[in-house]
């Protein structure tokens, strides 16, 4: 056969495959709507390409309805939500997602070098085989224990992945993608006392279905010889406090430098709950490190508030962190639909949320009309389109000078860190890196001064150093 006639055959083979395939419902919608700027093959043209490993505003599914239904505020791209049909905009976006050809998620390569405005960034992949990882600690420059989302505690030793996991650890309740284990800490005196912290989704139900009460708990523990041993309760919700359905559970844990213990809890889709000082959602908590309440705690001597409430209206911190140089205590905070926040935190404070906020509920209403009110503590800096902001970390690393207390603040969704330059509590700019790898779950400086990014999706630790 010639190379014209194989031509012909495949020709006739490709088209009478098309006629027989049925169109896709999206592809339809596809082509009255989008093609105009995404282009006929979504290769881009006057907007971004739609097949890609690296998506400008969330590379998942829910972001991507969003974008299409909200618009993306600052371009072009309108709210099609007042065209089109909640279902046409589903069916255009399984029609985006199914037409991705590219590999799946595990396994996207991560360069080996990352260029920043500042440096060159050397990657080094740790920890391969670990289960969403979900926060890290340092013992020391080669000992380190992370947190996995999915239930375990594992030691990261001399950049290697233990491979004995720690055994007894209570059991996890996980009826959302956001529950499950999730931050860990240690003592400000972990060396002579052994205590860890950790933070978990949990019920009390044996049936563990999506209609059990459940609450975000805070226990410490000592590991010895790979086991979690000497368990105490330090916070725990009685159970007309606990929540069925529960999502956006908190929750990060972090010792200030006065040795007072936080933890946060989200406000587990109850809004109207973060301004109830007797309902634990919606809040940061401050507790000394045995569980009991600090003397000068603002609601301890207020009828019906849990004494444990440090600061109220705070949908879900996902990130805290303090200065190492001025003390302030910072935290990132997922908004709705937009309205992402970074907030300092400050005693007693009522951050608004859901009486005032930059964001819109998945409805689209707008949850609020407000955007600030008196009594209410307004952001630093918020983002919309939301990034789903996660850890914070400030650079204090000999090895990035150029960085010097610069605030690493990771995305979710938009799998990035941002670097914020921050001038008397204001940020002056910000530079975004690692972009499109992952789903920036925690971010450490080591005791020897390198950056420990914990990545989802891949599940994997990245050092990095500059070059
Ligand atoms: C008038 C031009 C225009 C049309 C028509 C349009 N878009 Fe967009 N779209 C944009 C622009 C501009 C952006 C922002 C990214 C960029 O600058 O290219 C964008 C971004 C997006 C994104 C986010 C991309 C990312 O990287 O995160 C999605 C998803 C998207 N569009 C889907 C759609 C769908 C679905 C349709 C059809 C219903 C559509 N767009 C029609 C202009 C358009």
Same mark, same amino acid.
């Given at each position: 056969?010639?190379?014209?006639?194989?031509?012909?055959?495949?020709?006739?083979?490709?088209?009478?495959?098309?006629?027989?395939?049925?169109?896709?419902?999206?592809?339809?919608?596809?082509?009255?709507?989008?093609?105009g700027?995404?282009?006929?093959?979504?290769?881009?043209?006057?907007?971004?390409?739609?097949?890609?490993?690296?998506?400008?505003?969330?590379?998942? @599914?829910?972001?991507?309805?969003?974008?299409? @239904?909200?618009?993306?505020?600052?371009?072009?791209?309108?709210?099609?939500?007042?065209?089109?049909?909640?279902?046409?905009?589903?069916?255009?976006?399984?029609?985006?997602?199914?037409?991705?050809?590219?590999?799946p998620q595990?396994? +996207?390569p991560?360069?080996?070098?990352?260029?920043?405005?500042?440096?060159?960034?050397?990657?080094?992949?740790?920890?391969?085989?670990?289960?969403?990882?979900?926060?890290?600690?340092? /013992?020391?420059?080669?000992?380190?224990?992370?947190s996995?989302?999915?239930?375990?505690? +594992?030691?990261?030793?001399?950049?290697?992945?233990?491979p004995?996991?720690?055994?007894?650890?209570?059991?996890?309740?996980?009826?959302?993608?956001s529950?499950?284990?999730?931050?860990?800490?240690l003592?400000?005196?972990?060396?002579?006392?052994?205590?860890?912290?950790?933070?978990?989704?949990?019920?009390?139900?044996?049936?563990?279905?999506?209609?059990?009460?459940?609450?975000?708990?805070?226990?410490?523990?000592?590991?010895? !010889?790979h086991?979690?041993?000497?368990?105490?309760?330090?916070?725990?919700?009685?159970?007309?406090?606990r929540?069925?359905n529960?999502?956006?559970?908190?929750?990060?844990?972090?010792?200030?430098?006065?040795?007072?213990?936080?933890f946060?809890?989200?406000?587990?889709?109850?809004?109207?709950?973060?301004?109830?000082?007797?309902k634990?959602?919606?809040?940061?908590?401050?507790?000394?490190a045995?569980?009991?309440?600090p003397e000068?705690?603002?609601?301890? !001597?207020?009828?019906?508030?849990?004494?444990?409430?440090?600061?109220?209206?705070? @949908?879900?911190?996902?990130?805290?962190?303090?200065?190492?140089?001025?003390?302030?205590?910072?935290?990132?905070?997922?908004?709705?639909?937009?309205? !992402?926040?970074l907030?300092?935190?400050?005693?007693?404070?009522?951050?608004?949320w859901?009486?005032?906020?930059?964001?819109?509920?998945?409805?689209?209403?707008?949850v609020?009309?407000?955007?600030?009110?008196?009594?209410?503590?307004?952001?630093?800096?918020?983002?919309?389109?939301?990034?789903?902001?996660?850890?914070?970390?400030?650079?204090s690393?000999?090895?990035?000078?150029?960085?010097?207390n610069?605030l690493?603040?990771?995305?979710?969704?938009?799998?990035?860190?941002?670097?914020?330059?921050?001038?008397?509590?204001?940020?002056?700019?910000?530079?975004?890196?690692?972009?499109?790898?992952? +789903? /920036?779950?925690?971010?450490?400086?080591s005791?020897?001064?390198a950056?420990?990014?914990?990545?989802?999706?891949?599940?994997?630790?990245?050092?990095?150093?500059?070059?």
């Amino acid at each position: 056969m010639n190379k014209f006639s194989t031509f012909c055959i495949t020709i006739l083979i490709v088209s009478l495959s098309c006629k027989d395939a049925p169109r896709h419902p999206g592809e339809i919608t596809y082509q009255t709507y989008c093609t105009g700027c995404h282009g006929a093959k979504m290769q881009g043209g006057l907007a971004a390409p739609l097949i890609k490993t690296e998506w400008l505003y969330g590379r998942e @599914r829910n972001s991507m309805v969003s974008n299409t @239904r909200f618009g993306i505020p600052g371009t072009e791209m309108i709210a099609w939500g007042l065209t089109l049909s909640n279902e046409q905009i589903n069916d255009v976006i399984d029609y985006i997602v199914e037409s991705q050809d590219l590999p799946p998620q595990a396994d +996207r390569p991560i360069p080996e070098r990352i260029k920043t405005e500042d440096y060159t960034l050397k990657v080094e992949k740790l920890a391969q085989g670990i289960s969403k990882p979900w926060g890290i600690e340092f /013992v020391d420059a080669n000992t380190a224990l992370i947190s996995e989302g999915t239930g375990g505690l +594992r030691w990261l030793i001399n950049n290697e992945l233990d491979p004995e996991p720690i055994r007894g650890l209570p059991e996890t309740y996980s009826p959302s993608r956001s529950a499950g284990m999730m931050d860990l800490a240690l003592d400000p005196d972990y060396v002579s006392n052994g205590w860890v912290y950790l933070s978990y989704s949990f019920t009390e139900d044996s049936l563990k279905t999506a209609q059990s009460a459940g609450m975000t708990k805070i226990v410490r523990a000592r590991i010895k !010889d790979h086991e979690w041993v000497d368990q105490q309760t330090l916070f725990e919700a009685p159970d007309s406090l606990r929540i069925k359905n529960g999502n956006r559970w908190g929750c990060r844990l972090f010792f200030d430098r006065d040795g007072y213990f936080y933890f946060t809890i989200g406000d587990m889709a109850q809004g109207d709950f973060s301004q109830d000082l007797g309902k634990p959602v919606g809040k940061v908590f401050r507790i000394n490190a045995n569980g009991s309440i600090p003397e000068d705690n603002p609601f301890r !001597d207020v009828p019906g508030a849990l004494p444990a409430i440090y600061s109220l209206g705070n @949908r879900n911190v996902q990130g805290i962190t303090q200065d190492p140089t001025t003390g302030t205590i910072w935290m990132t905070e997922h908004g709705p639909m937009g309205g !992402d926040e970074l907030n300092i935190l400050k005693k007693g404070t009522n951050y608004g949320w859901p009486v005032v906020t930059y964001g819109i509920d998945y409805s689209g209403k707008a949850v609020s009309d407000k955007t600030a009110l008196e009594g209410m503590e307004p952001p630093i800096t918020y983002w919309t389109p939301s990034i789903a902001v996660c850890p914070i970390e400030f650079c204090s690393s000999p090895l990035f000078p150029k960085w010097s207390n610069n605030l690493f603040v990771g995305a979710l969704a938009h799998e990035e860190i941002r670097r914020l330059v921050v001038e008397n509590e204001t940020v002056t700019s910000q530079e975004v890196f690692l972009k499109g790898f992952g +789903r /920036v779950r925690d971010i450490k400086i080591s005791p020897d001064g390198a950056i420990y990014v914990l990545l989802n999706e891949p599940d994997v630790v990245l050092r990095l150093t500059p070059e």
